[in-house]
């Protein structure tokens, strides 16, 4: 009994091949299917949202970097879940319109579904499992964490809750120029989030 217990606590050090989320087909906001297929050459961040959460105002920050770097091979995919102090109640229609109206959300939304528990949705079940993305386990622990796929759909990290748009640089999985230009407002700051967003890490640290 006491080795089942411990045995639960061990981390996972098998070594599994990278999976891609490209195969992967959902339904969006609009009841249309999207293809994750669509999706390869570009780098990807997939966010769990709500619309009644402290940080709903995320929405905003988002949408900034999302106009800023759409053009260069970007995607932002939003996905509504409801499983934290349920926060999202809404169906689809009030969603987009939320959306919408509050933010001016113009990056994919997806349909609600579940991020954690037995009613994980695929996806989620991808991005959180080691064995399934060959990368890391994770677990969704609110509204807004976020996940970081490379240009083949491969993981390549999760981010904590807390979203600055001068910390975008995180979610492009290492543009060059995203990284300097990040940078340069970082070091006037002095400080920035580390990965697992648990606080602030001087800069020189982080690269």
Not at 87 to 101: A, K, L, T, V, Y
Request: glycine share 8%; hydrophobic share 35%; with cysteine.
């Amino acid at each position: 009994m006491l080795q089942t217990i411990f045995s639960f606590f061990k981390k996972d050090k098998k070594s599994y091949s990278k999976g891609s989320i490209h195969p992967f087909v959902v339904k969006n906001l609009q009841g249309n299917d999207f293809d994750f297929s669509t999706l390869k050459g570009k780098k990807v961040l997939i966010v769990n949202t709500a619309s009644k959460c402290g940080l709903t105002t995320q929405y905003e920050k988002l949408q900034k970097i999302y106009d800023k770097y759409k053009s260069e091979n970007f995607e932002i995919i939003g996905f509504p879940a409801n499983n934290f102090l349920w926060q999202e109640p809404g169906n689809s229609n009030d969603i987009q319109e939320f959306c919408s109206i509050n933010y001016g959300v113009t990056f994919p939304m997806m349909e609600k579904i579940s991020v954690k528990g037995s009613s994980m949705h695929p996806v989620y079940e991808f991005l959180t499992k080691k064995s399934k993305n060959g990368v890391m386990n994770s677990s969704v622990k609110w509204n807004f964490q976020k996940y970081l796929l490379n240009e083949n759909g491969e993981l390549e990290k999760a981010v904590g809750l807390e979203l600055n748009t001068e910390t975008s640089h995180i979610m492009l999985c290492g543009n060059p120029q995203m990284v300097e230009d990040t940078k340069e407002a970082l070091k006037a700051r002095g400080l920035m989030m580390n990965r697992r967003g648990e606080g602030n890490i001087a800069v020189e640290n982080y690269w």
